[in-house]
């Protein structure tokens, strides 16, 4: 069983760039959600997606948008890059199921200059 | 609206002696809660979850967290600490109102562990 992958490891941008992150979820598994983790801080929810619709969304700015596809792979994308935007950026697979857990891949480093 | 909180954002233990990492939550409605452990550059795995059947939960690597609604805490422990325990240890919550479930993090507790 192949667990949740995440492409690219590391990536540098510049501020007002775009960038597109990617996820392969877990197989069997129909939800993505997408976590940012700042520098020594927990990670917060930016957005889920359940059978290629957006299921829910935290407190981030539009600039932030995602895509699921019918394989339920998922991309995360960020317009007008901020320094700010620096961070890990975590997808998780899971199942929407009351208290089912999400299976984290190894993120994605972004950073902003 | 849900909330965890983390006491204690820097946690030193020696080898072999108690691991407690504290966690209290904030819920309007009954919780799922989770330990999630991250080594460093690496991503989250889960330790244990809590789904309101048994209050005391066993995970990996020796790790268990009793749920007290009374207290609305869900503490980590380890009876013997390993070096290769040390990590970055999350709490989260996961509750939804409108069918998300997404995680609330806290902000983490750093277990280092002292030969």
């Known amino acids: 069983e192949t667990g949740v992958t995440q492409s690219p490891t590391h990536l540098i941008k510049t501020r007002g760039q775009q960038v597109t992150l990617r996820c392969s979820s877990q197989s069997g598994h129909n939800t993505v959600s997408w976590y940012q983790q700042a520098l020594g801080q927990g990670p917060q929810f930016i957005f889920q997606y359940y059978r290629e619709e957006e299921n829910g969304r935290g407190n981030f700015p539009p600039r932030f948008s995602g895509l699921q596809f019918p394989n339920y792979s998922s991309e995360l994308n960020v317009n007008a890059l901020e320094l700010d935007d620096s961070a890990l950026y975590l997808c998780a697979s899971s199942s929407l199921a009351g208290g089912s857990e999400q299976y984290f891949g190894p993120g994605t480093r972004l950073t902003v200059t | 609206a849900q909330s965890v909180t983390q006491l204690g954002s820097h946690v030193s233990v020696s080898e072999g002696a108690l691991v407690l990492l504290r966690c209290n939550y904030s819920s309007s409605v009954p919780p799922y809660?989770?330990?999630?452990?991250?080594?460093?550059?690496q991503g989250l795995q889960l330790l244990l979850k809590y789904t309101s059947a048994a209050t005391l939960v066993k995970g990996i690597n020796g790790f268990e967290a009793e749920f007290k609604k009374s207290e609305t805490s869900f503490h980590l422990t380890k009876p013997s600490a390993h070096m290769s325990d040390a990590a970055e240890y999350f709490c989260a919550v996961s509750r939804s109102g409108a069918g998300s479930y997404q995680l609330t993090f806290?902000?983490?507790?750093?277990l280092s562990v002292i030969p």
């Open chain 2, 106 to 110: 806290g902000k983490g507790t750093k």
């Open chain 2, 33 to 41: 809660l989770f330990w999630y452990v991250q080594y460093p550059n």
